[in-house]
Antibody
């Protein structure tokens, strides 16, 4: 059973940073990229980027370049997404998902981590 | 960047009716990279269709995907009560983008 389990909800002040974890199980962690997607309250899905746990290579969406860092720890099969300089409009549920090998589909998804940015 | 436009925004149907959801792309891309997801309130999205027409594991055969070029369709042959949800299309042609979603609601 492929599974991604994310860390718990976070409340941060504007200007702070947040780091969300995503632990994989049931498959070889280094064989698949991990993507991050966020969803603001009542809104659609926004792709943030992905990381290859095997090489450490990353690709970030333009909207997040310079403010997000994705890393992976192969010893614990855990991916991380860290975002800095948080603003109120960064309040969202952040999801990790495994990336398909051929068609770049996302499956499975983690359960999501709510990050609230509020003063 | 390829923009995906989904229509309608909301589809009001009764159980047993047929649902036809549209996803239109701003330019052509490889259909192998067209994906559909279902999302229910408070849950993560779930993969339904990949490669435009291939059902993911465990997805009932009332769900089907079709299309090519810039026009893609997700069809639910007979909507069941558990199918009322929001549906998103997604493509990968660097960068990855999602459509805005279609909500299928109970009429």
């Amino acid at each position: 059973q492929f599974q991604l389990v994310q860390s718990g909800a976070e409340v941060k002040k504007p200007g702070a940073s947040v780091k969300v974890s995503c632990k994989a199980s049931g498959y070889s962690f280094t064989n698949y990229d991990v993507s991050w997607v966020r969803q603001a309250p009542g809104q659609g899905l926004e792709w943030m980027g992905w990381i290859s746990p095997y090489t450490g290579n990353t690709k970030y969406a333009q909207n997040f370049q310079g403010r997000v860092a994705m890393t992976a720890d192969t010893s614990t099969s855990t991916a991380y997404m860290e975002m800095s300089s948080l603003r109120s409009d960064d309040t969202a549920v952040y999801y990790c998902a495994r990336v398909g090998l051929v068609g770049y589909w996302l499956d499975p998804w983690g359960q999501g981590t709510l990050v609230t940015v509020s003063s | 960047e390829i923009v995906l436009t989904q229509s309608p925004g909301t589809l009001s149907l009764s159980p047993g009716e047929r649902a036809t959801l549209s996803c239109r792309a701003s330019q052509n891309f490889n259909i192998n990279y067209l994906v559909w997801y279902q999302q229910k309130p408070g849950q993560a999205p779930r993969l339904l269709i990949y490669g435009a027409s291939n059902r993911a594991a465990g997805i009932p055969d009332r769900f089907s995907g079709s299309g090519s070029g810039t026009d893609f369709t997700l069809t639910i042959s007979r909507v069941e009560p558990e199918d009322f949800a929001v549906y998103y299309c997604q493509q990968y042609y660097s960068p990855l983008t999602f459509g805005g979603g279609t909500k299928v609601e109970i009429k």
